[in-house]
């Protein structure tokens, strides 16, 4: 069975999990491979594939691709030149960990390996870096993003999990360690973390930099506890990449089951 790396859920509920195999498409109780996906440079792809309320952003070993509409079609895709802003190209190549992220709002977040943090707000066409002056993002480009019903931008990254308020950075502090992989907010406003060894997490609450969490792991049913990626389909349950397969854990009964292509 295929690694799968990341799931992806298009604007009209399509949901895709993203492999070096290729892309699959959730079809009832099928995974579909998308024609095309399984070539280069789009199954290097990896984790750096996101949607938003129009499209889809591609970060590849080819530069970062658009893709416009409800379906994750490599053969739609668009490329963004150097007028975009972004540094060369060849930056994404072979380096999973940089992150990328689309913003309720239409703002895009992408994280370079050796390059930093780029932004680019909702009616520009030009990604900025963002500023940085401790130099933790160049050392350990974050890997994960979300909003929270603050507003605040939660940020995982390999050294922790920290909150961009503003202009203002601050590391937040997990029980058992900030070893955050995967953040994603649902429907209803929570926010949930995929963590590189503690499972899935459910944040209930937080207080300045201590957060208090739910967890589920390998001992409820998890086929790991490494959580690299996490989705919500139209039924509002989650979808789970983990370092062995994909899960599907309803967060209303608490009920996880193992999926396979």
Do not use: K, M
Not at 63 to 80: K, Q, S, V
Not at 113 to 118: D, Q, S, V
Not at 131 to 143: C, Q, T
Request: glycine residues 14%; neutral net charge; proline residues 5%.
């Amino acid at each position: 069975n295929p690694v799968f790396e990341r799931l992806v859920e298009g604007h009209r509920g399509n949901l895709y999990a993203i492999s070096e195999s290729g892309w699959f498409e959730l079809l009832g109780d099928r995974l579909v491979l998308v024609p095309g996906s399984e070539s280069e440079p789009w199954r290097r792809a990896g984790g750096r594939v996101v949607a938003d309320s129009s499209g889809f952003w591609v970060g590849t070993s080819a530069g970062l691709a658009r893709i416009e509409g409800a379906r994750l079609d490599p053969r739609r895709a668009l490329w963004l030149g150097r007028e975009s802003g972004l540094p060369a190209a060849e930056i994404f190549g072979g380096r999973p960990q940089a992150g990328l992220w689309s913003d309720s709002d239409g703002t895009v977040w992408v994280a370079l390996t050796g390059a930093g943090l780029y932004v680019r707000h909702f009616g520009s066409s030009v990604f900025v870096q963002v500023p940085d002056p401790s130099g933790v993002w160049r050392e350990a480009p974050p890997l994960a993003f979300a909003r929270d019903s603050a507003g605040d931008l939660w940020i995982g990254d390999f050294l922790g999990l920290r909150l961009l308020d503003g202009s203002a950075l601050a590391t937040l502090a997990l029980p058992g360690g900030s070893d955050a992989r995967a953040l994603f907010r649902d429907r209803a406003g929570v926010l949930w973390i995929g963590r590189r060894y503690g499972g899935l997490a459910r944040v209930v609450a937080r207080h300045r930099t201590q957060v208090q969490i739910d967890s589920w792991t390998t001992r409820d049913g998890l086929l790991s506890d490494a959580v690299a990626s996490i989705a919500e389909d139209r039924a509002g349950r989650l979808w789970l990449c983990t370092g062995r397969g994909l899960n599907r854990f309803d967060p209303a009964s608490g009920g996880i089951e193992a999926w396979t292509v």
